[in-house]
C-alpha cells in the first residue's frame, strides 16, 4: 500500500547527533516535495523542513536552521534528516510527510521516537 | 508556542455542528489560500481532511468543510459523530517554501 515509513529514532544523550530515514512504499517519492514534522509529546504539530522534489530547494523552521539538514535518494526512495547538537527539548514524534502541492501534506508515516536525554 | 492560535478545546452533541477557528497573520493565513486541516486520533498520524481553505480530498465527507475570512480560517464539522472526536490541526504556507502549524483542537462529542 502507499505509505510512508520513518526510522532512525532512539534515545540519545544531549548534544549528539541522529540521522533519521523515511522509506517510501508503492510510490516513486522522485515526484514529490517532502517535508519533516515533529510533534512533542502532548504538543501540537511542528513543522521543520521540507525538500522538492529534486532536491534543489530546501528550507527549515528558523529555529532549527544550522542544526537540521533534509536530503532525499530518489533512487532508493526514501528522506532523510540529519539532526545535531540534540537537546532535550527535541523529544518528539518526527513524521515525514508528502507535499500534496505547495498547499497540504496529504501523506503521512506514523512517526519515528527521538527521546533526548542524559 | 504555535504560530497559527486554535482554541484548546470544542464540544458538541451527536448530530451538532462544531466550528474550529485558526488565527494567524498577513504573512500565512491571510496572504495565501493554502490552509489545510488535519484530523488526529490518539496514537494515529495526521490525515489531511481540508486543503486549499475549502476543498476535500477523496474520501472525506461532507460534513467536514472549511472556510476563510481575513487572517482567520475555520473548520466545521457538521452532524457531528462519536468518531469525530479527534485532535484537529490547521496549517498554513507562510512563503518561500515554510510552514506553519496551529496547536491543535481537541474535540468531544458529548
Known amino acids: 500500500q502507499v505509505q510512508l515509513v520513518e526510522s532512525g529514532g532512539d534515545v540519545v544523550q544531549p548534544g549528539r547527533s541522529l540521522r533519521l530515514s523515511c522509506a517510501a512504499s508503492?510510490?516513486?517519492?522522485?515526484?514529490?516535495?517532502l517535508h519533516w514534522v515533529r510533534q512533542a509529546p502532548g504538543k501540537g504539530l511542528e513543522w521543520m523542513a521540507m525538500?522538492?522534489?529534486?532536491?534543489?530547494?530546501?528550507q527549515f523552521a528558523e529555529s532549527l536552521k544550522g542544526r537540521v539538514t533534509i536530503s532525499r535518494d530518489n533512487y532508493e526512495n526514501k528522506l532523510f534528516l540529519q539532526m545535531n547538537s540534540l537537546r532535550p527539548d527535541d523529544t518528539a514524534l518526527y513524521y515525514c510527510?508528502?507535499?500534496?502541492?505547495?498547499?497540504?501534506?496529504?501523506?503521512w508515516g506514523q512517526g519515528t521516537m527521538v527521546i533526548v536525554s542524559s | 508556542q504555535s504560530v497559527l492560535t486554535q482554541p484548546r478545546s470544542v464540544s458538541g452533541s451527536p448530530g451538532q455542528s462544531v466550528t474550529i477557528s485558526c488565527t494567524g497573520t498577513?504573512?500565512?493565513?491571510?496572504?495565501?489560500?493554502?490552509v489545510s486541516w488535519y484530523e488526529q486520533h490518539p496514537g494515529k498520524a495526521p490525515k489531511l481532511i481540508i486543503y486549499?481553505?475549502?476543498k476535500r480530498p477523496s474520501g472525506i465527507p461532507d460534513r467536514f468543510s472549511g472556510s476563510k475570512s481575513g487572517n482567520t480560517a475555520s473548520l466545521t464539522i457538521s452532524d457531528l459523530q462519536a468518531e469525530d472526536e479527534a485532535d484537529y490541526s490547521c496549517?498554513?504556507?507562510?512563503?518561500?517554501?515554510?510552514?506553519?502549524f496551529g496547536a491543535g483542537t481537541k474535540v468531544t462529542v458529548l
Open positions: 510527510a508528502r507535499a500534496r502541492d505547495y498547499d497540504a501534506f496529504d501523506l
Open positions: 508503492e510510490f516513486s517519492i522522485r515526484s514529490y516535495g
Open positions: 525538500i522538492s522534489y529534486d532536491g534543489s530547494n530546501k
Open positions: 498577513s504573512s500565512n493565513v491571510g496572504a495565501y489560500n493554502y
Open positions: 486549499d481553505v475549502t
Open positions: 496549517a498554513s504556507y507562510a512563503g518561500n517554501y515554510i510552514y506553519v
